[in-house]
């Protein structure tokens, strides 16, 4: 028997517990369409919308009619380590897809160019501790968007070392603030970037699970 996209989304948000309206956001589509389709207002949608929703579970539409939602959930890349020393390899020194090891992509997020640093260390405590895997997105090569900025981000100076700091705008065009996490740590003052881009998403040390 065929299934429907009402029923494929049916069996996905109660595999996953996750909300219509999460699921819309992270698909890129309206959540009065997924709420239509799940109270029978609408039978049918469009290949597309179908395969944004797939998406937002992070599987292929194939996997999402059939219900395959679990043990092949996508897998991020940690392309290294940061904490008072700095010592993150850019994600650049990995072949694409590799890094130190892979952690379970959250559901909150889409897996699409994703990926992680782990922190070590308690430089970042209160708001991170050791263990803890920060997920971020470089959606540009260089700079930082403007919305990212007054946010925590994973950051590249210069002279290519990588930290986690709140970035805020310098006193000079073109040079940025990096403010630490832990009031004790050392702050930046006017420094230029190589990149920087906000972190996505934040997962404690006690739900990793590495591959």
């Known amino acids: 028997m065929m299934v429907t996209f009402r029923e494929a989304l049916d069996t996905a948000i109660n595999k996953t517990g996750r909300t219509p309206a999460d699921i819309a956001r992270h698909a890129g589509i309206t959540y009065d369409k997924l709420r239509n389709l799940r109270q029978g207002k609408s039978r049918t949608t469009n290949v597309d919308d ?5 998406a937002a579970f992070g599987v292929s539409l194939e996997d999402f009619y059939n219900g395959n939602l679990g043990g092949d959930d996508p897998k991020i890349a940690v392309a290294g380590r940061v904490g008072a020393g700095a ?4 994600v650049d020194a990995y072949a694409k897809g590799e890094g130190l090891f892979h952690v379970t992509c959250p559901p909150q997020i889409q897996p ?4 992680a640093v782990e922190v070590v260390g ?3 405590e ?3 501790s050791e263990g803890d895997i920060l997920f971020y997105t470089r959606s540009i090569q260089s700079g930082i968007l403007a919305e990212d900025i007054g946010k925590k981000c994973v950051v590249a ?3 290519g070392r990588v930290w986690v700091k709140q970035v805020q705008r310098g006193s000079e065009e073109g040079r940025f603030h990096l403010i630490s996490l832990n009031i004790s740590a050392q702050n930046v003052w006017n420094a230029p970037i190589q990149w920087a881009a906000r972190v996505r998403f934040h997962m404690p040390a006690e739900f990793v699970k590495k591959f």
């Open 122 to 124: 308690d430089s970042m």
């Open 157 to 159: 100076d210069i002279d």
């Open 112 to 115: 699409t160019g994703v990926v």
């Open 126 to 128: 209160p708001v991170y």
């Open 50 to 54: 179908a395969m944004r929703v797939a």
């Open 87 to 90: 010592s993150v390899d850019l």
